[in-house]
Nanobody
């Protein structure tokens, strides 16, 4: 059974940091590109960051470049999103996504940036 389980979300003040984790099971994690998406209320889901299966290449949305870092540990079957200098506009549900010839999604974790 395929599972992607996100954790690490929560409430943080502007300027603060959070690290999201997504742990995978039920498929060969090291064969899949991984990415983080987010969806704010009333908005479409958008790509935040992606990483290739080996971790050799990453890409970021312009809005988070320089503040967020995606990484992965294939031995732990986990992908991370380090989020620094958080802004209120980063508030959203954050989803983990695995892709190769099929796509798998996690259930999402809420991130709220507010004073």
């Amino acid at each position: 059974q395929v599972q992607l389980v996100e954790s690490g979300g929560g409430l943080v003040q502007p300027g603060g940091s959070l690290r999201l984790s997504c742990t995978a099971s039920g498929f060969t994690f090291s064969n899949y590109a991984m990415s983080w998406y987010r969806q704010a209320p009333g908005k479409e889901r958008e790509l935040v960051a992606g990483i290739t299966n080996t971790g050799g290449s990453t890409n970021y949305a312009k809005s988070v470049k320089g503040r967020f870092t995606i990484s992965r540990d294939n031995a732990k079957r986990t992908v991370y999103l380090q989020m620094n200098s958080l802004k209120p506009e980063d508030t959203a549900v954050y989803y983990c996504r695995a892709s190769r010839n099929v796509v798998y999604w996690g259930q999402g974790t809420q991130v709220t940036v507010s004073s």
